[in-house]
């Protein structure tokens, strides 16, 4: 009898501590004070630079399949081109990164001017980055290699002073029970306990990025139940909004309040303006994350600079990525990039870390303002070289202010012009390039604060026509407009800025010339915007190579039908530029219609990349579909032209993400191709 009692007892006891376990609830960390989010994010947004590493099983065939170029992003080619998971294994299975050397990666991030490191710990396809002990499917255990990469990374990070974080894919293409039902048992037997492992054997982690959360099995309550289980392991990490279901598709930010997750995480695009919301944009240097050996389609060191000052100047981070090949080596083409943003940053790093947000982050299309996070001083950034002055509308200086230019240790001459403008002289020695103290984009430093501006005059035509160059047939009409009811608008026609004595704008303008229209807001004779610019520029007069384009306005996965819908705007365009046509960086469509002049008979190849999705057609006959989401692998068709006019009609469409369209024309006897604008027909 006591033995069943002592039995009984025991079993009690288990299942009250059994039950108390199961509805033991988790700290609630989701709804934390904004001072105390504050002081956790605070070194991540002072750091605004970072470098993303994709790296893993994926290096091995690096973009090649059975000998062809699978399209795609390198990372996605067991899914792209449909591997099977055994036949899959068999690249892991020869990934030996024998080259790879930690000190050596984190010291190229280091030079760069890169505060952090983001490394995929796990990307979709399964293949685990360290010596994890809930499968042998991982660097250690699988390979000839037979060293935990991370353990290395994070030493030599902390050797450094580089913070690292890791990436962590939610969706698992290798994983049985990442699918379907058993996916609770992954969840809880398999992605916990690894990210325990990741956040408990590698130091001071810092940030843990997510990705894969668009799968049907992963919810909004599941991405919160982990961001909580992550932050009781650690409970100073940062986390990207990417731990559950709130995030726009590529254009990253959240749908509206109350989701997980401490950043937005924007994918190959840049915000259009500031947010209230931490964020961070990652990007590659070329087309793809991963290592593909047939992708040289490097940015500039120009763009990289821009885009970190356009970020910086809009309150974000940059997290540039890098993808190592299977040998360990972090392609030569990356490193001489990082090499020259680092320089760059040498010269002009303190209007990049640790500054905040300007009343306006830009001024025109080529600078951008930061402050310092005392706000004493406001660093105009320009990205072109300004010549022998540069003039500045949106800052007013202190008086008996020392300007500088970073770099360049003499004050500069400046004054303010009877437009109360900020007029910054330069040396002449200046104009010479050699002498600049730096390449790519040049940083002015006033002591001064913002002069309040309200947005520039709206110049439109009556079809809706706007922006910085209008095309137009024979005449146009001219309107302006201001959100100011007491303002004034002042217009100039002769290139000269406007002036309190300049023409007033009080009725629609009738062109038929050629003309670039400048205007600005006054009240009382004192400037109240900024400065707008539109080139209108006649198409037939000037006899202009030129395509019709129609744009319109909607979220699409594929092209849609645009016949049945009615475009937001007409016009004419002397090349495919995105830009000029549109002013939005998500949520559009283009159709540019017109006539190719083929100047001799015979072959042309023409060649169609784009993203998101694309089609060409000649004489209403489709030749090229480059249709879907997310990717800028070219499409190439030959067909046989004769000379003379051939119409020809291209579709584009872009959701969200990066953007990008290029259409490109070899005929015979052409050594290269061309931009299919050089064979416009003229109006």
Not at 279 to 284: A, F, I, K, R
């Amino acid at each position: 009898m006591k033995k069943q009692r002592y039995l009984f007892t025991m079993l009690l006891g288990i299942l009250v501590i059994g039950f108390s376990c199961s509805t033991h609830k988790q700290k609630d960390y989701l709804h934390e004070s904004r001072e105390d989010y504050t002081k956790r994010i605070q070194w991540w947004k002072d750091a605004r630079f970072g470098m993303f590493i994709h790296w893993g099983a994926y290096s091995v065939p690096a973009g090649v399949y059975h000998g062809q170029v699978v399209p795609g992003a390198a990372e996605w080619i067991m899914y792209t081109a449909k591997i099977p998971v055994p036949e899959y294994e068999k690249f892991a299975r020869k990934f030996n990164p024998v080259k790879f050397n930690a000190e050596e990666w984190v010291k190229t991030a280091k030079a760069a001017g890169m505060k952090y490191i983001v490394i995929t710990a796990k990307h979709h396809e399964g293949f685990c980055m360290w010596h994890t002990k809930l499968t042998d499917y991982n660097i250690v255990d699988y390979t000839p290699y037979k060293k935990d990469v991370l353990k290395e990374l994070s030493e030599a990070c902390k050797k450094e002073g580089i913070k690292l974080g890791f990436y962590y894919s939610i969706m698992d293409w290798h994983n049985p029970l990442a699918h379907g039902d058993s996916f609770p048992r992954y969840v809880n037997e398999y992605m916990k306990p690894q990210l325990k492992e990741l956040l408990t054997r590698y130091g001071d982690i810092k940030i843990l990025w997510f990705d894969g959360e668009w799968i049907k099995e992963w919810t909004e309550e599941e991405g919160e139940d982990l961001y909580n289980y992550v932050r009781s392991l650690k409970p100073d990490i940062i986390i990207n909004n990417r731990v559950g279901k709130g995030r726009m598709g590529m254009q990253g930010m959240n749908k509206g309040k109350g989701f997980a997750g401490d950043f937005g995480t924007p994918e190959q695009g840049i915000l259009d303006s500031k947010s209230d919301i931490s964020w961070e944009t990652c990007m590659t240097m070329n087309n793809t994350w991963g290592f593909k050996q047939s992708d040289h389609n490097w940015k500039s060191v120009k763009t990289l600079v821009g885009n970190l000052v356009d970020i910086s100047s809009k309150g974000g981070n940059y997290l540039l990525n890098v993808g190592p090949d299977s040998e360990g080596v972090i392609p030569e083409a990356s490193v001489l990039r990082l090499k020259k943003m680092g320089r760059w940053l040498k010269t002009n790093g303190e209007a990049i870390y640790g500054t905040k947000t300007f009343r306006y982050f830009k001024e025109g299309d080529n600078i951008r303002f930061t402050t310092s996070a005392d706000g004493k001083y406001v660093y105009a950034i320009t990205l072109d070289w300004p010549g022998a002055s540069l003039s500045l509308e949106s800052v007013r200086a202190d008086r008996d202010a020392e300007i500088h230019l970073l770099g360049y240790e003499p004050p500069l001459k400046w004054k303010s012009d009877e437009n109360l403008d900020l007029l910054i002289h330069l040396p002449d020695k200046m104009m010479e390039e050699k002498i600049r103290p730096c390449r790519y984009a040049w940083t002015f430093k006033i002591p001064g604060e913002a002069f309040p501006l309200a947005d520039a005059p709206l110049i439109t035509t009556p079809d809706g026509a706007s922006g910085k160059e209008i095309l137009f047939k024979d005449t146009v009409s001219v309107l302006m407009s201001v959100n100011d009811p007491d303002a004034r608008i002042h217009y100039t026609e002769d290139g000269n800025l406007p002036v309190p004595f300049s023409p007033v704008y009080e009725k629609p303008l009738k062109l038929n010339r050629s003309v670039e229209i400048k205007a600005k807001a006054y009240k009382e004779g004192v400037k109240a915007s900024f400065t707008a610019r539109t080139k209108f520029l006649n198409v037939t007069k000037d006899h202009m190579p030129v395509a019709g384009f129609s744009y319109y306005e909607g979220l699409w996965d594929s092209l849609p039908d645009f016949s049945t819908l009615q475009p937001v705007k007409q016009g004419y365009t002397g090349n495919l530029s995105i830009r000029a046509v549109h002013p939005k960086n998500s949520g559009y469509g283009i159709v540019y219609t017109g006539n190719l002049i083929i100047p001799r008979s015979g072959k042309y190849t023409f060649s169609l990349s784009s993203d998101d999705g694309s089609r060409l057609f000649l004489r209403n006959k489709l030749l090229i579909d480059n249709d879907g989401l997310h990717g800028f692998d070219a499409k190439k068709a030959t067909i046989s032209l004769r000379r003379g006019r051939v119409p020809f009609r291209l579709e584009y469409f872009q959701a969200t993400g990066g953007q990008g369209l290029r259409l490109m024309l070899k005929g015979p006897d052409m050594k290269n191709m061309l931009p299919v604008s050089a064979f416009f027909d003229k109006m």
